[in-house]
């Protein structure tokens, strides 16, 4: 089972760094990709990052501002967030593709994920 922390409150150009954990799973053996979804939206692809890491993408609403990264010895995958805005307020999932294959393109579509994190709420407001 995945577990997102790190969201909560913070004023627009503030900072958060979501994790990604599991127990019971080596997460660096999946393609890992990060969701928001906003209330009345759909879910929609933030980052994904590739089991081996040297695969990353990102939405261009999010590029710049937004560093996936991970850490085997932790058995983690984080989200830095920077310069964050009103507009990014949503609750953020993390999801879990054990691929074999890592595509680029994909990555950033909910459908090719079946394991996902209950989320976390991210809110962005003075």
């Known amino acids: 089972q995945l577990v997102e922390s790190g969201g909560g409150l913070v004023q627009p150009g503030g900072s958060l760094k979501l994790s990604c954990t599991a127990s019971?799973?080596?997460?660096?053996?999946?393609?890992i990709g990060w969701f928001h979804q906003a209330p009345g939206k759909d879910r929609e692809g933030v980052s994904c990052i590739s089991m081996t890491g040297a695969g990353i993408n990102y939405a261009d609403s999010v590029n710049g501002r937004f560093t996936v990264s991970k850490e085997v010895r932790e058995n983690a995958i984080y989200l830095q967030m920077n310069n964050l805005e009103p507009e990014d307020t949503a609750i953020y999932y993390c999801?879990?593709?054990?691929?074999?294959?890592?595509?680029?393109?994909?990555?950033?579509?909910?459908?090719?994920?079946?394991?996902w994190g209950q989320g976390i709420q991210v809110t962005v407001s003075s």
């Open positions: 019971g799973v080596t997460l660096t053996d999946y393609n």
């Open positions: 999801a879990a593709d054990p691929g074999p294959s890592y595509v680029r393109s994909q990555c950033l579509l909910s459908q090719f994920y079946g394991s």
